[in-house]
């Protein structure tokens, strides 16, 4: 059964950092390409970076450019996402997925607010 659970989400300063961490089952994440999605309150969700499976490429929005890198921990079966810089328009609900899969995890809460 294909699981997606997301954490280290939180409440954070403006400039502040938080790693999320998607923790799959049921399928091998380096066998996916694996991306973030967000989604802020009353917006549709949107992507933010992508990691492929042969090469570990990464490619990102280009809201989150040269602040976000996306990770993949290959022993642990997650996918991470280092967030720096943070900005309150970052302010989201933050979902992982698998670009083979149709399943969502609960998503985890990102809020930068001072």
């Known amino acids: 059964q294909v699981r997606l659970v997301e954490s280290g989400g939180g409440l954070v300063q403006p400039g502040g950092s938080l790693r999320l961490s998607c923790a799959a089952s049921?399928?091998?994440?380096?066998?996916?390409?694996m991306s973030w999605y967000r989604q802020a309150p009353g917006k549709e969700r949107e992507f933010v970076a992508k990691?492929?499976?042969?090469?570990?490429?990464?490619n990102y929005a280009d809201s989150v450019k040269g602040r976000f890198t996306i990770s993949r921990d290959n022993a642990k079966n997650t996918v991470d996402l280092q967030m720096n810089n943070l900005k309150p328009e970052d302010t989201a609900v933050y979902y992982c997925?698998?670009?083979?899969?149709?399943?969502w995890g609960q998503g985890t809460q990102v809020t930068v607010s001072s």
């Open positions: 990691i492929t499976p042969i090469g570990g490429r990464t």
């Open positions: 049921g399928f091998t994440v380096s066998s996916h390409p």
């Open positions: 997925k698998s670009n083979y899969l149709p399943n």
